[in-house]
């Protein structure tokens, strides 16, 4: 933690109070639940009543974020999608995360949408429905009818919520810069990177106007498909505060039962919508991020609608090759190509032993690959190649682990609707076309073409920064800077055991001179060693003696003397 950060801790005492009393809390829980002793876990309880310390260690990590605020409940909604940081377990916990805030009053959201889209309510809307419908972390969703007398559902941003989100977010970003400098061994999962990243995320689930573009940019992309329904925007009445949608009328996927008694075919509906999925992932390239069954509707003639655009992803054309590479290993069973993709695609540590990532690979390649595709398990697949990522500590770009956590809630989805439901089956002529797409001359071309250009720009830029760097060795300006990693601790060591072989040496000086104050004893005691030691000798080499100690035991954690870690 750098000093600079003191001003914005001292200015968020009280919020950095609440946070790091919940982490404490929530920690010390987690600490009491390895003890072999019984009666201290049922100390700390939760807001039910429950033991915290009796909760698994992915659940304990759900209640702190919950407890922390909506803010935090958004961190552990994005962290649900970056298994290969946190793990699948607490992965899967964190999608269960949901932030049941208090909706604000009817004359709040009133006037939040007269300022924002400079009407009063009832002059624009014909009907508004003062009770929201819901209540998240962002915002409240409310009922109305225009006049025109379309059915619409507003979405207005919560009062004051940008400068608590604003207050978190510089919180959260101090937290992850001493996470960072206290604790080495999370340096590895990067967490001031993680925590920018969400920064991102969050600030464009605030800008409502986004979330606008996303719902016509989709509405673009399935025009012509009569089996998809992307409820229509309304950019007249929408800014960056206030959404405004039409409403669907349909059956959540989530409400099983309710779809089984208006005799809807379950098994056609899953497959309708896992074919809109690979539509949007391997055709157009971007597609719903969130596709939990809440947020998938059942209109009439089983068309499928969606709901919530906030979280989207988007795959480029150097992803896009990365994913058909990793296909090609998967149907080829090569488990080196694999190997290849995942470490050119993720961020790979520095003692990465490739040599047993691959050995691993191949035994993941080999018990899948021999399966029948109506046996495939995609989301156990994904996940047990998560897991190996996570083990040797590579991390994943955003976008990758987006998708890949997409693929395993998509397939859950369609399970809840058809248990022996396959996801592969319904992505293998996807896949066809997609290498079939990757050797396609227009494809080719395009590649040859910016490979061309990048080319063309290096023989531009070559000679003149060749020329440059001579010009600056000839005229002595030319400097080379030295990044010696790992030095430092080695120099810090130095510099503890050069003070306290001094302060032993002048401890040593105090004891043989008596310098004083002196030790003296009390007339019965029969102890004369003792009487007239210094005692500034004295505590100085009980100090120094103790410092030597723990220098020892550092050297000693990190590796031996006569050989090197």
Avoid: C
């Avoid at 409403?247 to 919508?273: F, M, N, P």
């Avoid at 073409?449 to 063309?456: D, K, L, P, S, T």
Wanted: hydrophobic share 45%; proline share 5%; net charge neutral.
């Amino acid at each position: 933690m750098r000093i600079t950060t003191l001003p914005s801790i001292y200015r968020h005492a009280k919020r950095t109070g609440e946070i790091v009393a919940v982490l404490v809390r929530y920690g010390f829980a987690d600490w009491v639940s390895r003890l072999q002793i019984e009666f201290p876990k049922d100390l700390l309880k939760d807001a039910d009543g429950s033991a915290i310390a009796r909760y698994s260690f992915a659940t304990r990590i759900r209640l702190a974020l919950t407890d922390a605020g909506p803010t935090f409940i958004k961190l552990g909604q994005v962290l649900s999608t970056r298994a290969d940081l946190v793990g699948v377990e607490v992965a899967n916990e964190l999608q269960k995360l949901q932030a049941n805030v208090p909706a604000d009053s009817p004359e709040t959201v009133r006037q939040i949408i007269a300022n924002e889209l400079g009407q009063p309510v009832d002059e624009i809307f014909a009907e508004f429905d003062d009770q929201a419908l819901a209540s998240a972390s962002i915002g409240q969703v409310h009922r109305a009818r225009l006049k025109t007398g379309e059915r619409v559902v507003v979405k207005v941003q919560h009062a004051g919520i940008e400068p608590k989100v604003d207050v978190d977010l510089e919180i959260l970003a101090n937290l992850a810069a001493a996470a960072e400098g206290f604790f080495p061994e999370l340096r590895n999962y990067r967490p001031k990177a993680v925590v920018a990243e969400f920064q991102r995320t969050l600030r464009r689930e605030l800008d409502f106007g986004r979330e606008e573009r996303h719902m016509e940019e989709f509405a673009q992309n399935f025009r012509e498909d009569p089996t998809v329904h992307i409820p229509k925007a309304y950019p007249e009445y929408t800014t960056v505060r206030v959404l405004t949608m039409e409403q669907l009328d349909g059956v959540k996927l989530s409400d099983t039962e309710r779809l089984i008694e208006q005799r809807y075919d379950l098994e056609e509906i899953a497959r309708r919508g896992a074919e809109l999925y690979m539509e949007m992932i391997f055709t157009h390239g971007f597609y719903h991020a969130d596709p939990h069954p809440g947020n998938i509707l059942v209109l009439k003639g089983q068309v499928i609608g969606l709901l919530d655009y906030g979280m989207v992803g988007r795959i480029d054309e150097s992803l896009r090759e990365d994913i058909e590479e990793m296909l090609l290993a998967l149907g080829n069973r090569d488990p080196l190509s694999l190997t290849s993709v995942i470490m050119r695609v993720g961020s790979v540590p520095a003692a990465l032993d490739q040599a047993a990532l691959s050995s691993d690979l191949n035994d993941f390649v080999s018990h899948y690959a021999g399966q029948r595709l109506s046996d495939f398990n995609l989301s156990g697949a994904l996940d047990e190649m998560t897991e190996i990522i996570r083990r040797y500590k590579i991390m994943l770009p955003a976008r990758v682990a987006m998708l890949l956590k997409v693929l395993v809630m998509l397939e859950g989805t369609s399970r809840l609707l058809h248990p022996s439901f396959s996801l592969v089956e319904v992505m293998a002529p996807f896949q066809r076309k997609l290498i079939l797409r990757r050797w396609s001359p227009i494809r080719r071309l395009r590649k040859y073409r910016r490979i061309y250009a990048e080319m063309e720009h290096l023989v531009e830029v070559l000679p003149r920064n060749l020329l440059d760097i001579m010009q600056q060795v000839q005229s002595g300006k030319f400097d080379v800077h030295l990044d010696h990693r790992g030095l430092e601790p080695s120099v810090n060591r130095l510099v503890f055991g050069m003070l306290t072989s001094a302060l032993f040496l002048g401890s040593s000086l105090l004891l043989s001179y008596k310098v004083p104050p002196l030790l003296n004893i009390l007339p019965w005691q029969t102890t004369p060693w003792i009487e007239g030691l210094s005692v500034l000798g004295l505590l100085g080499s009980i100090t120094s003696i103790a410092l030597g100690l723990r220098l020892i035991r550092a050297i000693n954690k990190s590796g031996h003397l006569d050989r090197r870690r």
